[in-house]
């Protein structure tokens, strides 16, 4: 965590600094609500491929699957949030949440709240699967701050990839109550940035992700074992 105003994330490594509104919608990054989270904070994730992987069922990504920055953002983080800590998927230490709360059109990957985990998770076939190397909710100086320092690595089956660096762009999103994410509950709305992957549907068949992310002194390490389940024949 950083110590500013801000909350955690679940990619790779994110710093937060939202203001969350207590079940209003959100108005700024520096709005006063009195639920607003105390710190920041930071998770991790994948960078999208600047190159296609071999293991992606497709050449690249169809711009059809892939997210804006800010749909992409400000969803990661309404799913981030929608788990207290005992489900949450950041604070999974071996996968077993990875499933919770997935949305049906892409599949979202989860960094930590500081240190290095090994997750196993199996992913539906045909899904797109996203997550940040780095990543952070606050305002606009906290990302300048934050970004001048991130840097992350991504590599599926022993093949880099690169991810997108998203400097700051203005997100919304909702939070569950008890989440470790936030620590409030309701919707918020702030600045968005970090180090992400977008990737398009893997092979079936097992895969090896490993991710690193770290800002300052902030760093993530996921190792995940992921299975991409068989496209249904039914």
């Given amino acids: 965590?950083?110590?500013?105003?801000?909350?955690?994330?679940?990619?790779?490594?994110?710093?937060?600094?939202?203001?969350?509104?207590?079940?209003?919608g959100g108005g700024g990054s520096r709005a006063a609500e009195s639920d607003?989270?105390?710190?920041?904070?930071?998770?991790?994730?994948?960078?999208?491929?600047?190159?296609?992987?071999?293991?992606?069922?497709?050449?690249?990504?169809?711009?059809?699957?892939?997210?804006?920055?800010?749909d992409l953002q400000g969803r990661w983080w309404t799913w981030a949030a929608s788990e207290e800590t005992s489900t949450n998927p950041v604070a999974d230490e071996d996968g077993r949440s990875c499933h919770?709360?997935?949305?049906?059109?892409?599949?979202?990957?989860?960094?930590?709240?500081?240190?290095?985990?090994?997750?196993?998770?199996?992913?539906?076939?045909?899904?797109?699967?996203?997550?940040?190397?780095?990543?952070?909710?606050g305002d606009a100086a906290d990302c300048a701050d934050f970004m001048e320092t991130a840097s992350g690595t991504a590599s599926l089956d022993g093949r880099d990839i690169s991810p997108d660096r998203y400097l700051g762009t203005t997100i919304t999103g909702t939070a569950a109550p008890g989440n470790p994410v936030t620590d409030s509950s309701g919707r918020f709305s702030g600045t968005g940035c970090g180090l992400w992957v977008q990737l398009p549907p893997l092979k079936a068949g097992k895969h090896t992700l490993k991710i690193r992310g770290r800002s300052a002194d902030f760093t993530v390490a996921v190792d995940y074992a992921l299975t991409v389940a068989a496209p249904s024949t039914v």
């Fill in 36 to 70: 607003r989270p105390s710190e920041p904070q930071r998770t991790s994730a994948a960078p999208s491929p600047s190159a296609p992987s071999p293991s992606a069922s497709s050449p690249s990504a169809p711009a059809a699957i892939r997210l804006s920055p800010a």
């Fill in 100 to 137: 919770r709360n997935q949305p049906d059109d892409v599949w979202f990957l989860a960094g930590t709240f500081g240190g290095q985990v090994e997750r196993t998770c199996t992913v539906p076939s045909g899904r797109p699967v996203a997550f940040p190397l780095i990543n952070l909710v």
């Fill in 1 to 24: 965590m950083s110590s500013r105003t801000g909350w955690i994330g679940v990619a790779a490594a994110a710093v937060v600094a939202v203001a969350g509104c207590g079940g209003g």
